[in-house]
C-alpha cells in the first residue's frame, strides 16, 4: 500500500537564553499509508503540532526528510498543496461573515466550483444554519466549518488536529461517521485528538508520540495486543477455588492478582495452559478471557517516563504494560 505521508528523522531545535536547546522533534518517524484513518497522539509539549507544521511548510525544520503524497516536502509542497486540506490549531473566521460567505471566500481564492460549497456544508451538518453568521456559533459549529473549509478542495490527503474539541457526543459521532464515510470514500485522513476513546474507535492505526520520538505506531489492534502485556481474566466455578487457584498458578510462575470474584494474571503466553495446569489441581475454569489493554492506558504508559536531562529516550516497542489557518492551508 502506498505511502501517503512520510517522515524519516525529522529534527526542530529552539533556542533560546532562558532555557537553551530545547529538541521539540528528535529524530522522529511516522508513515500513513492510503485510505487509512491515521491517529496522531502525543501529549501537550510532545512535538505533535510541530511536527504537522512543518510538514506543511510553516516551520523550517533542522534535519530529516517529509513526503506528501510521494513528493519531497517542502520543495513540491506548491505542487501538492491543492490535494492536502488541513486544519492546524484554532479556527479562525471573520466573524461577521456567514458560513456559506467564508466558504465562498476560499472557494474563489481555491479556484474551486461554487457548488463544492454546498457540498461540503452538507458533509458537516451545517446546511441548515450556513446563512447566519459565524459569530453566532458554537465553538462545535466552528470546528465543523474548519472541516468544510479543508475539504472544499476535496483533498487526497486531510489533516485534522483536534476536529471534536467543543462538541457534544452526538456531535463527536457525526464527526467519527464523516471521518469514516471520507476513508470509505478513499480520503486518507490524520486525526490529532486528546479524545483516545474516539481514536480507537475510528482509527485503523496509530502514532504515539512523546518527547520529540516515536514510541509507538502501528495497526491499532496490533498496538494494543503489543503492550497488553499477556493479561488473562480468570473466573472459577466457586469463589472458594480462587485462594487455592491463585496459589497454584504463582507456584507455577504466574504473576497472579487476586479480585474478590476473578483472577489476573499477567505474563501468559499461552491461556489455555492455565486451564490445564488449574484442572490438575482439581479446579475448574468457569472464564478465561485475554484482556487487551485499552489506548488511553497504553498512551499514559508510553508517555508517562521522561527522559533523564541531556540523555535520549530509547524506547523498546517490544515491552509489555498491564492560531493556525482554519482549513487555509490546500484549500
Given at each position: 500500500m502506498p505511502a501517503v505521508l512520510e517522515i524519516e528523522g525529522l529534527r526542530k531545535t529552539y533556542k533560546s537564553r532562558r532555557r537553551g536547546e530545547?529538541?521539540?522533534l528528535d529524530g522522529f518517524d511516522m508513515r500513513v499509508d492510503a485510505g487509512q484513518v491515521h491517529g496522531f497522539l502525543g501529549p501537550n509539549g510532545s512535538g505533535k503540532t510541530t511536527t504537522l507544521r512543518t510538514l506543511l511548510g510553516l516551520i523550517r525544520a533542522d534535519g530529516g526528510r517529509m513526503a506528501l503524497l510521494g513528493?519531497?516536502?517542502?520543495?513540491?509542497?506548491?505542487?501538492?498543496a491543492g490535494q492536502?486540506?488541513?486544519?492546524v490549531e484554532s479556527p479562525q473566521f471573520f466573524p461577521h461573515f456567514s458560513?456559506?460567505?467564508?466558504?465562498?471566500?476560499?472557494?474563489?481564492?481555491?479556484?474551486?466550483?461554487?457548488?463544492?460549497?454546498?457540498?461540503?456544508?452538507e458533509l458537516v451538518g451545517l446546511r441548515d444554519r450556513a446563512g447566519e453568521r459565524v459569530k453566532?456559533?458554537?465553538?462545535?459549529?466552528?470546528?465543523?466549518l474548519a472541516v468544510a473549509s479543508a475539504l472544499l478542495k476535496n483533498p487526497k490527503l486531510l489533516i485534522?488536529?483536534?476536529p471534536a474539541n467543543g462538541l457534544d457526543p452526538g456531535g463527536i459521532r457525526e464527526m467519527r461517521t464523516l471521518m469514516r464515510d471520507l476513508a470509505a470514500a478513499g480520503m486518507t485522513v490524520v486525526l490529532s485528538s486528546h479524545i483516545l476513546g474516539e481514536i480507537q474507535l475510528i482509527c485503523d492505526s496509530v502514532t504515539i508520540i512523546s518527547l520529540g520520538r516515536r514510541v509507538a505506531f502501528g495497526p491499532v489492534d496490533e498496538v494494543l495486543a503489543r503492550y497488553s502485556g499477556g493479561s488473562v481474566r480468570v473466573r472459577l466455578e466457586a469463589v472458594t477455588d480462587l485462594p487455592p487457584a491463585a496459589d497454584a498458578l504463582r507456584r507455577a510462575g504466574v504473576q497472579v492478582t487476586a479480585y474478590d470474584d476473578h483472577l489476573m494474571l499477567a505474563g501468559v503466553d499461552k491461556p489455555a495452559n492455565v486451564t490445564r495446569l488449574l484442572a490438575e489441581s482439581g479446579l475448574y475454569v468457569s472464564e478465561l478471557a485475554p484482556v487487551t489493554a485499552d489506548l488511553e492506558s497504553v498512551f499514559l504508559e508510553l508517555t508517562a517516563t521522561a527522559p533523564v536531562p541531556g540523555q535520549h529516550r530509547q524506547v523498546d516497542e517490544s515491552r509489555k504494560v498491564g492560531g493556525g489557518s482554519a482549513g487555509g492551508w490546500g484549500a
Open positions: 530545547r529538541h521539540a513528493k519531497e516536502v517542502p520543495a513540491a509542497l506548491p505542487e501538492v492536502v486540506g488541513a486544519i458560513a456559506r460567505d467564508t466558504l465562498s471566500l476560499l472557494a474563489g481564492a481555491g479556484e474551486v466550483p461554487r457548488q463544492r460549497v454546498d457540498e461540503v456544508l453566532t456559533y458554537s465553538l462545535g459549529m466552528k470546528q465543523r485534522l488536529d483536534e
